[in-house]
């Protein structure tokens, strides 16, 4: 193994464990938020109110240092509201760009499918362009820019569902849940005089986090591992329970995780078990269910779960270049 993975682990695990601070008992998750961080992707959390989605991406803009937005969608809001407009200063006679909330690094857009398509598409270019475009002129976006959106999963009345075309942008879809008793106890000790996130200290500085998105680009994946991945969104497009299955963009975001979970553990090479333990999160919002799998009450998690259990894993050495 060759030393220049060192400071990605060190970046990471820094970042991790100043997270776990203030986000009790979901490591997992916090690596996922890392992952996304690493490459450059977006994050879709769906899950219910109260479990800690906003505190973690407050939490990552703080030990970031990076600049935080919060959103909070609803059904009258317009593009405009995002982002931003040009106003006419009648003393200098031209027009001026007032920037909205999306010009932050870390972007907390809350309830996501509550606003209309319109505005939802006003979100589209900036999380894959890096860039927005307001009269016809183009301002580009800061670095790093993440993108955290949340829905609710259990309320459906005043909602309009992401189309497919907006939920491929998000990296990875994934979920917070109840934390256990020892650990909900744990928060309530935690909280009883403070917030533990008024404590948070900013432990990596943003020309870190770039350095760290250039440098998972050299973790060498195997010839067989890229081949796992390809059979596993392929496997998708073919099963009868799915009307759509997982674009090349699937691919190519099990590709990139799988080099910044390697990264993250220490390893200049990717191993099946990190595609094998993205893909849930990855996939499962990348298909579209046949109409008869709904009703038998299939969810997405399950295609990808029978995905995985019917394919073979490749074996052997994988860093051999």
């Given at each position: ?206 020309e870190e986090v770039l350095k760290a998105q250039r440098m998972i680009k050299d ?103």
């Amino acid at each position: 193994m060759t030393n220049f993975m060192t400071p990605i682990e060190e970046f990471s695990q820094k970042l991790i464990q100043n997270l776990e601070r203030v986000i009790i008992g979901k490591r997992t998750t916090i690596e996922q938020v890392v992952i996304a961080l690493l490459c450059q992707g977006h994050i879709l959390i769906e899950d219910v109110p109260g479990v800690g989605k906003t505190m973690l991406a407050r939490s990552l803009a703080k030990s970031l240092g990076c600049t935080f937005s919060r959103i909070q969608f609803t059904p009258d809001m317009l593009p405009s509201d995002i982002t931003g407009v040009s106003i006419y200063n009648q003393k200098t006679m031209q027009f001026e760009f007032r920037p909205g909330p999306i010009m932050a690094q870390i972007i907390l857009v809350d309830e996501i499918n509550r606003a209309t398509p319109k505005t939802q598409s006003a979100l589209l270019e900036a999380m894959e362009e890096r860039q927005i475009s307001v009269d016809g002129k183009t301002h580009f976006l800061p670095s790093p820019f993440l993108v955290i959106g949340t829905q609710n999963p259990i309320e459906y009345e005043g909602t309009f569902p992401l189309p497919e075309a907006q939920l491929d942008r998000f990296l990875l879809r994934i979920k917070l849940g109840y934390p256990e008793k020892n650990e909900e106890i744990k928060i309530l000790e935690i909280q009883r005089l403070n917030h533990p996130i008024t404590a948070l200290n900013t432990i990596v500085g943003e020309e870190e986090v770039l350095k760290a998105q250039r440098m998972i680009k050299d973790v060498y994946v195997s010839d067989r591992v890229m081949r796992y991945i390809v059979d596993l969104t392929h496997a998708t497009r073919s099963s009868a329970d799915v009307f759509l299955g997982s674009s090349p963009r699937g691919s190519l975001a099990l590709y990139r995780a799988g080099q910044a979970r390697a990264a993250i553990n220490g390893r200049d090479f990717v191993l099946p078990d990190d595609i094998k333990i993205l893909a849930i999160p990855i996939l499962s919002h990348r298909i579209v269910l046949d109409p008869s799998a709904r009703l038998k009450n299939i969810s997405s998690y399950q295609i990808i779960e029978e995905v995985l259990n019917s394919l073979p894993v490749p074996g052997g050495d994988f860093n051999v270049r």
